[in-house]
């Protein structure tokens, strides 16, 4: 079965540092997400993208964070500018279609931690 | 937006009971999904089932959409059936496909 892929499984950084988490969605999949949980808390979802072009983003997304397709295949998450509150797990996902039923297919997440 | 309830918000097992976990939505979905989280963070996902009902092994779900909500039935539990398990969905208003999550529910399975 096809499956979304993400590295690293945990990235250990210093709080100002730059971070770029790395995301290979399903191959014929159009739609890109990601999503945020901090510890103990419920997934909430940052941004979109489509046709190479943010979708929608939420109020999280603020300018430390860009989206970025840098080839055909991978799909990065950078935060410019690390704060310790944006420790947390990192999950992105893919899906083939928007419009209907379809499903989303979720990677396996990456842990930040900042310190 | 659309919101989504979970319960119930924890769960303790002995091993081989059987178990129902809740999932409660607002408003119409055209998407729903549930996931298991273990013990490491990774999502694992369990069932796309925006309508009906699935089975895969000792786990089975059951959405009625009509009346907004979801039901996730875990049998002969085992120990590795712990973490959070968390119902995701999605609202056909909604342009872009994310998902809303529920807060999940944190189930122990005890040996």
Same mark, same amino acid.
């Given at each position: $079965? ?12 210093q709080?100002?540092? $730059?971070?770029?988490l =790395? ?10 997400? *990601? ?17 190479? %072009?943010i979708?929608?983003?939420? %109020? ?7 989206? $970025? =397709? ?9 935060? =410019?500018?690390?704060?310790? %509150? ?9 899906? $083939?279609?928007?419009?209907? *039923? ?8 990456? =842990?930040?931690?900042?310190t | 937006?659309?919101?989504v309830? #979970? ?6 097992? #002995? ?15 055209n ?5 298991h ?62 998902? #809303?999550?529920?807060?999940?529910t ?6």
């Amino acid at each position: $079965e096809p499956e979304v892929t993400q590295t690293p499984s945990h990235q250990v950084t210093q709080m100002g540092q $730059e971070v770029i988490l =790395r995301c290979v969605p399903i191959s014929n999949h159009l739609y890109f997400y *990601w999503y945020r949980q901090i510890l103990g808390q419920k997934v909430e979802f940052l941004v979109s993208f489509y046709n190479n %072009e943010i979708s929608e983003k939420s %109020e999280i997304f603020d300018d430390q964070f860009s989206v $970025e =397709r840098p080839d055909g295949s991978n799909f990065t998450l950078k935060i =410019r500018s690390t704060k310790l %509150e944006d420790s947390a797990m990192y999950f992105c996902a893919s899906s $083939e279609s928007i419009t209907g *039923w379809y499903e989303q297919y979720f990677g396996p997440g990456t =842990r930040l931690t900042v310190t | 937006g659309i919101q989504v309830e #979970q319960s119930p918000p924890d769960l303790i097992l #002995q091993e081989g009971a059987n178990s129902t976990l809740r999932c409660n939505f607002s408003d119409s979905v055209n998407n729903l999904q549930w996931f298991h989280q273990n013990p490491w963070g990774q999502l694992i996902n369990l069932f796309y089932i925006p309508s009906g009902t699935k089975q895969n092994g000792r786990l089975s779900a059951t959405t009625v959409a009509t009346e907004r909500y979801s039901l996730l039935y875990i049998s002969s539990s085992q120990t590795t059936d712990s973490g959070v398990y968390f119902c995701a969905v999605k609202n056909p208003t909604d342009s872009w496909g994310k998902f #809303q999550f529920g807060a999940g529910t944190q189930v122990v399975v005890t040996p």
